[in-house]
């Protein structure tokens, strides 16, 4: 199992401020993912990447944006929160081959 | 565009009762298939994983899998269900992109579990 941390878990936040996720791995993984969540919802791929200084948009446009300088360092950013983005945010990581998707605890975010 | 359907959105059972929950994809190629398991307020822990090879794979915590090919099913079974099995069950198939694979995920099943 990969080592998969996001903080912070739980997060209740103002509508206009900016926040970021983060999430870090372990593990030496190339790939990293951010899926989001709706309560009681399947999961969203929103972002990839498949190495330093590689990130893609995922199968649902999401207004977040991602970085990835290290390896093992994954951050997602919103620069100005509104309630439409309260969700549960997933961090994901897999080796080289991606045949395997380990994932993170999750960030649950409320914005008011 | 790959698709997963799990038909049940909500499945209740007893303590030591068997489960089958189901799972139905779509996706022109040898799929990768998965079940994930998620319980109130954690992320997803992988149960088990196909990619080739024995169509029935086990999993972690006694589950296992089958994989049908002409019915394009990959159901999740256990003989015998725990109380702490109760959860949400997520279907997943994956599809390798160049290198890497990305998830397509169905809307889950909720597991209940009667003592």
């Known amino acids: 199992e990969a080592d998969i941390y996001q903080t912070p878990r739980y997060l209740v936040i103002g509508t206009g401020k900016k926040i970021t996720l983060e999430c870090s791995q372990t593990?030496?993984?190339?790939?990293m993912y951010w899926y989001q969540q709706d309560p009681g919802m399947e999961l969203h791929l929103i972002h990839y990447s498949y190495g330093v200084n590689s990130t893609e948009k995922g199968d649902l446009s999401s207004e977040s944006t991602v970085s990835r300088i290290r390896t093992e360092h994954f951050p997602l950013t919103l620069e100005s929160a509104r309630p439409s983005h309260t969700s549960q945010y997933l961090c994901?990581?897999?080796?080289?081959?991606?045949?395997?998707?380990?994932f993170g605890e999750g960030s649950w975010l409320t914005v008011v | 565009a790959q698709s997963v359907t799990q038909p049940d959105i909500h499945i209740t059972v007893s303590e030591g009762a068997s489960l089958e929950l189901r799972c139905n994809y779509s996706y022109g190629a040898t799929p990768y298939l998965f079940w994930y398991v998620q319980s109130p307020g954690q992320g997803l822990q992988l149960l088990l994983k196909?990619?080739?090879?024995?169509?029935l794979v086990q999993g972690i915590k006694g589950f296992e899998a089958e994989f049908k090919r002409s019915q394009s099913s990959f159901n999740l079974r256990k003989p015998s269900v725990h109380w702490s099995d109760a959860a949400e069950y997520f279907c997943a198939v994956g599809r390798n992109t160049g290198g890497g694979n990305k998830l397509t995920f169905g809307t889950g099943t909720q597991l209940k579990v009667e003592l």
């Open positions: 994901a990581s897999s080796d080289r081959s991606g045949n395997t998707i380990y």
């Open positions: 593990m030496g993984h190339d790939k």
């Open positions: 196909y990619f080739s090879g024995d169509t």
